[in-house]
T-cell receptor, first 113, second 113 residues
């Protein structure tokens, strides 16, 4: 069953803690993306990757880091430098090579304790 | 500045009627525009893509128009059903066709039985 998975569904972060959100896809897609969604705001792009071992900052990359060591995996770390991390985080992938449709995971809701 | 506007207020319509959602943008020249559906607490799901050289696209009960002069897309759901109740997001290409898009905040549609 092909798809994109995110874990965990809910994540709690303490002050000063780094946390990592998982995103895995078995669609054989080249491109992967991380978005943040806040109430009353559109999805905002954090980071994206067009190919393995390469990634680019999006509009709100400060306080976040990513890696793309494998085609199927694109984990996002929310660092302690991100002062307002409470949000719904969405991972997406697309075939790449000019194919534009993005396939989204179910999301991770991050809450601060 | 670059901006995407969708009706930020919820749209309530009677079952069986046609729902029309609007997406306006400024200062972009997108190669394409997409519409996604998002249910509460879930990731968006792709519905339709329309390119700059297309005026209209249809899929079952869905129709999208794209007017690059007016900088506007209209999204229609005919014979609406309560199951169509969701938030609908428009997304614009901002990278000349290289998979980077920006999303509107979405319009919440409620279809009343």
């Amino acid at each position: 069953d092909g798809g994109i998975t995110q874990s965990p569904k809910y994540l709690f972060r303490k002050e000063g803690q780094n946390v990592t959100l998982s995103c895995e896809q078995n669609l054989n897609h080249d491109a992967m993306y991380w978005y943040r969604q806040d109430p009353g705001q559109g999805l905002r792009l954090i980071y994206y990757s067009q190919i393995v071992n390469d990634f680019q900052k999006g509009d709100i990359a400060e306080g976040y880091s990513v890696s793309r060591e494998k085609k199927e995996s694109f984990p996002l770390t929310v660092t302690s430098a991100q002062k307002n991390p409470t949000a719904f985080y969405l991972c997406a992938s697309s075939i790449g090579q000019g194919k534009e449709t993005q396939y989204f995971g179910p999301g991770t809701r991050l809450l601060v304790l | 500045s670059q901006k995407i506007e969708q009706n930020s207020e919820a749209l309530n319509i009677q079952e069986g009627k046609t729902a029309t959602l609007t997406c306006n943008y400024t200062n972009y020249s997108p190669a394409y525009l997409q519409w996604y559906r998002q249910d509460p607490g879930r990731g968006p799901v792709f519905l339709l893509l329309i390119r700059e050289n297309e005026k209209e696209k249809r899929k079952e009960r869905l129709k999208v128009t794209f007017d690059t002069t007016l900088k506007q897309s209209l999204f229609h759901i005919t014979a609406s059903q309560p199951a169509d109740s969701a938030t609908y997001l428009c997304a614009l290409d901002i990278s000349g066709g290289y998979q980077k898009v920006t999303f509107g905040i979405g319009t919440k549609l409620q279809v009343i039985p």
